[in-house]
């Protein structure tokens, strides 16, 4: 991605590999969710924070395209770029890119909607929050 909202940086712990030495794809999930929480808590928003006001996020879909792998010790990046479609989901546009040779690991697709007592809310609840950090949530396709 050119341009995003977010980054961090996270290095493979020998647990998170297989059988086969590299990281189980399903441990990236767990690395781009983790990215996520990290981005909200950037802008002093949280999950625990938004569940106390009656407000919960869900991953509706996951898209997630596999295009390299990390081993044990690679150190890596994961980079957001936030976005809504429609007046109901949040998108994620996240990469995760290994360091040492820049190489596009993982590309992921995540979509999320606000539920308040079991029904979906717009984001734009939050939009006061988003727009004090400086980020503009605009339209995805």
């Known amino acids: 991605m050119k341009y995003f909202d977010f980054q ?15 990281v189980n794809n399903a441990v990236y999930q767990n690395y781009l969710e983790h990215c996520r929480h990290l981005f909200l808590r950037s802008i002093d928003l949280d999950f625990a924070k938004l569940h106390y006001r009656g407000i919960d996020a869900v991953v509706i879909r996951a898209e997630i395209e596999y295009k390299n792998s990390l081993y ?39 979509t999320t909607a606000l539920v308040k007592k079991g029904k979906p809310v717009s984001p734009s609840i939050l939009e006061a929050e988003f727009k004090k950090a400086g980020i503009e949530i605009a339209e995805i396709d």
């Open 72 to 110: 044990p010790g690679d150190d890596f990046m994961i980079q957001l770029k936030m976005g809504r479609r429609g007046h109901l989901r949040i998108i994620f546009d996240q990469q995760i890119i290994r360091k040492s040779d820049n190489k596009l690991i993982v590309n992921a697709r995540i």
């Open 8 to 22: 961090t940086e996270f290095q493979v712990r020998d647990y998170e590999c297989d059988i086969q030495g590299h």
